[in-house]
């Protein structure tokens, strides 16, 4: 069956604009992680949404938001966009529940000039 | 992978030896746990996992193991091949989270 797949795989954007990422699930996985990875701070957990619900949210400013479709697709939004917004946005979905296996898309690399 | 050599550790082995790469992880609550895969511009990969019911399991040339008196995870790879050249990333699920704490990673070059 067809992995987690993201959209857009790269991003050029300034400062001061808004990105919208979208993040499709392996089908029947109901949960769909978020992740910035950056050189500096590593893999750092965004939000996580199951059901169309957030269930857990990470240390990240308010400019970083998310939400979950019926279908389980996930769609990432960061406003006003900084230089340091700049790193490789990863999401991750499972079936939701503890201890399940997650499995990651490729990425999307966003750049901010 | 994204995480730069200069702030990672790096593990050289020689193509043919076995290669352990050590994690220690920060949650005492922590009762799942993941080793994955980095290659360069791809996302992580999961390779296996683990449970805290168990100090050891074992896959396709992989091998966890898990102490948690100490809160230590290694993996070990078995004949290590150029393939296996990545950064590895262990990540652990605290007990009654969704959510994933990773590791900071290491990088492991395979010399031929």
């Known amino acids: 069956k067809a992995g987690v797949t993201q959209t857009p795989r790269y991003l050029i954007k300034t400062r001061g604009q808004q990105v919208t990422l979208s993040c499709s699930p392996i089908?029947?996985?109901?949960?769909v992680s978020w992740y910035q990875q950056t050189p500096g701070q590593g893999l750092q957990f965004l939000f996580e949404y199951f059901s169309e619900t957030q269930r857990n949210k990470g240390n990240f400013p308010g400019r970083f938001s998310g939400r979950q479709f019926s279908n389980s697709r996930s769609e990432m939004n960061v406003s006003t966009l900084e230089l340091g917004d700049s790193a490789l946005y990863l999401c991750a979905s499972s079936f939701g529940n503890e201890g399940n296996e997650q499995f990651f898309g490729p990425g999307t690399r966003l750049t901010v000039l | 992978g994204e995480n730069v050599g200069l702030h990672l550790p790096t593990l050289s082995v020689q193509e043919g030896d076995n290669s352990i790469i050590n994690c220690a992880y920060s949650n005492s609550a922590s009762d799942y746990f993941i080793w994955y895969k980095q290659e360069s511009g791809k996302g992580p990969q999961f390779i296996i996992d683990i449970r805290s019911n168990m100090d050891k399991r074992q896959g396709q040339r992989v091998t966890v193991l898990l102490n948690k008196t100490v809160k230590h995870l290694s993996l070990q790879i078995a004949a290590t091949q150029p393939g296996d050249s990545a950064v590895y990333f262990c990540?652990?699920?605290?007990?009654?989270?969704?959510?994933?704490?990773f590791g900071t990673g290491t990088r492991l070059k395979v010399l031929a």
């Open positions: 990540a652990e699920n605290p007990s009654g989270t969704y959510k994933y704490i």
């Open positions: 089908s029947g996985h109901r949960s």
